[in-house]
């Protein structure tokens, strides 16, 4: 069951996350430090500060037993905020792969994108083995390959994905 995430299953996903990204950057380690605090004023202009907009909904998939098997979001960035909405953290638990909960999330999201009427939907990923998976589900959604930088000392691609125009 895909719901919105609450303070309640934060933590949660925050694990989730930390234990399928490891290396994460020092801006996207502190997602959810900054979703707890969204509201607040000085939290937000630290966001815009970092390029972020708006975080505007991050949903999990619960098990029949209330357990986060997975979790996907959607926020804004300031270079594009009127056109577009980009994924936040994503993943599913590896022990419940392969059963459509990653394709139900995006799924999820694409339609959110579109209700909303924006015309695009962004996300940044890479070209590491541990993305692999994803790469081809992004393709079957029609999230196109729209630019690779490679970072220095770095053996991976950072890669722009992005579907639409949605409308
Ligand atoms: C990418 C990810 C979210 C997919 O989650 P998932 O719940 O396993 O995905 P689904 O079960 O919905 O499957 C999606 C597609 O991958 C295929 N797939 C999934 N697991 C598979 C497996 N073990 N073997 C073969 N194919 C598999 C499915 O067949 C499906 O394709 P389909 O449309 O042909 O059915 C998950 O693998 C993950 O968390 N990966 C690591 C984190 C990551 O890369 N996140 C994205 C970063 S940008």
């Known amino acids: 069951m895909i719901t919105q995430m609450t303070m309640a299953t934060v933590d949660q996903a925050e694990q989730l996350v930390k234990?399928?990204?490891p290396s994460?950057?020092?801006v996207e380690r502190m997602f959810y430090w900054m979703w707890r605090r969204r509201n607040q004023v000085l939290v937000r202009h630290a966001m815009r500060l970092a390029g972020v907009a708006s975080i505007d909904d991050?949903?999990?998939?619960?098990?029949d037993s209330g357990r986060v098997r997975g979790t996907i979001g959607l926020y804004a960035r300031a270079e594009d905020e009127t056109e577009a909405r980009w994924v936040s953290w994503f993943c599913v638990n590896p022990q419940a792969r392969g059963q459509g909960v990653g394709?139900?999330?995006?799924?999820h999201v694409i339609e959110v994108v579109r209700e909303r009427g924006y015309r695009f939907l962004r996300l940044y990923t890479g070209s590491?083995?541990?993305q692999a998976r994803a790469q081809i589900l992004y393709e079957s959604r029609g999230l196109r390959d729209v630019r690779r930088t490679r970072l220095p000392f770095s053996?991976?691609?950072?890669?722009v994905r992005e579907l639409g125009?949605?409308?």
Do not use: A, C, E, Q
């Open 19 to 21: 234990t399928v990204f």
């Open 24 to 26: 994460r950057g020092p």
């Open 58 to 63: 991050t949903w999990v998939d619960l098990d």
């Open 103 to 107: 394709k139900n999330l995006l799924d």
């Open 128 to 130: 590491d083995s541990n």
């Open 155 to 159: 053996d991976y691609d950072r890669i």
């Open 165 to 167: 125009p949605l409308h």
